[in-house]
């Protein structure tokens, strides 16, 4: 008897349980407007990060994840109060620029920040907001974001892979933030198509259950927040890896398209995406083409690398030269700076030594456009 009541009572503690659960669920569409990645421990509890958080292994201390709030509150750029002496420099572009296989203080940040030089009578300090996978529209979106950080000068180093038209929306973390990249298409009249890719959520999506990997992402960036912390860790360094490609395959094509259709080669890449990224910063940009490996292996003489075909990279090279000079944009082409032997796993992954020869003529040029 104590037994059948005891269910009795049970039967509408559960119902009410499960109606307040499914009221929880449902609210979060209501709450999608709050920007929970800017809840953050990191610049309170926890250091800033000096890049961005990448990876997918745990040893890394680190995650790949879609909330560019997130990524922000996450690094030290945020927090982080302008100093009246200090000439703010802020670097976009892909793993390059991030620093695949280097330390923090290996980067072009690192190493600009290491020996610091003056520009316009202050003293620079760089901020490293480059991010893995490459499009241009990946870096637009980021530098969209950033220019509430004060910067004084944006220096956008790029390569012809971020170019082509049909990767522009590829990248995991623009086909993810279809909202700001709809606003940026809108903002900056840019003819991209393909938005299919950019995932548009659905009213289940933006539920609390829709949303588990998200809230995840963010619960499991703030716990690695203590490991980056005590260890200074955000990535693995392999002591054995795969280098970069000499021996090359004999094909020329590039993103579909080969020597033979170099009249419709300035059409499929995406220079409205470039043009609008630097007509909208309102300071200062340096756009640098960077260092890109030239082997001397099996084909070498049909291509420079892995991602580049000749024909392709030096067509690339003359427009962007001719649309620098057209445009008046301060241009600094160092795609043959370093040697074949200062790249790692990729034909634009450089050694520290690599990226110190990178960072002392970044550092001229950083200078030099000050003084125009």
């Not at 610049?43 to 958080?53: A, I, L, T």
């Not at 960036?221 to 890896?241: F, R």
Request: with cysteine.
């Amino acid at each position: 008897m104590e037994q059948h009541k005891l269910r009795i009572r049970l039967f509408p503690v559960l119902l009410k349980a499960t109606i307040l659960l499914a009221l929880f669920n449902f609210a979060f569409v209501f709450l999608s407007d709050i920007p929970l990645g800017k809840l953050s421990l990191y610049n309170s509890v926890f250091p800033g990060r000096e890049r961005f958080p990448y990876g997918e292994v745990h040893e890394s201390y680190s995650l790949s994840l879609f909330d560019i709030d997130a990524m922000f509150a996450s690094h030290v750029i945020t927090v982080t109060e302008k100093k009246t002496d200090e000439y703010r420099v802020l670097l976009i572009g892909d793993s390059s620029v991030w620093g695949t296989l280097l330390k923090p203080n290996e980067t072009l940040a690192g190493q600009l920040n290491a020996n610091p030089v003056t520009a316009c009578g202050k003293v620079v300090h760089a901020y490293n907001l480059g991010y893995p996978t490459i499009s241009l529209t990946k870096d637009l979106l980021i530098l969209d974001e950033a220019m509430q950080y004060q910067p004084d000068m944006i220096v956008w180093l790029v390569t012809l892979e971020a170019f082509p038209k049909d990767k522009q929306l590829t990248s995991p973390i623009v086909a993810n933030n279809a909202e700001r990249v709809q606003q940026l298409i809108t903002n900056y009249h840019l003819p991209i198509t393909n938005e299919p890719e950019l995932v548009n959520p659905s009213k289940w999506d933006q539920t609390f259950m829709g949303q588990r990997r998200e809230i995840s992402d963010l619960l499991r960036l703030q716990i690695y927040g203590a490991l980056w912390a005590s260890t200074g860790i955000d990535q693995i360094y392999p002591e054995d890896y795969a280098r970069a490609q000499i021996d090359l395959e004999p094909g020329d094509e590039f993103h579909g398209l080969t020597s033979d259709d170099r009249p419709s080669f300035q059409d499929a890449l995406a220079f409205d995406v470039l043009e609008a990224g630097l007509s909208a910063a309102p300071v200062p940009t340096l756009l640098v083409n960077e260092p890109t490996l030239i082997s001397n292996g099996a084909n070498s003489d049909i291509r420079y690398n892995f991602f580049y075909p000749r024909w392709a990279y030096d067509e690339y090279r003359q427009l962007l030269t001719e649309r620098s000079a057209a445009h008046g944009w301060n241009y600094f082409d160092v795609w043959d700076l370093v040697p074949m032997q200062e790249f790692t796993n990729s034909a634009v992954h450089l050694t520290p030594t690599g990226e110190a020869l990178l960072t002392s003529k970044v550092a001229e040029a950083i200078q030099t456009t000050c003084d125009k």
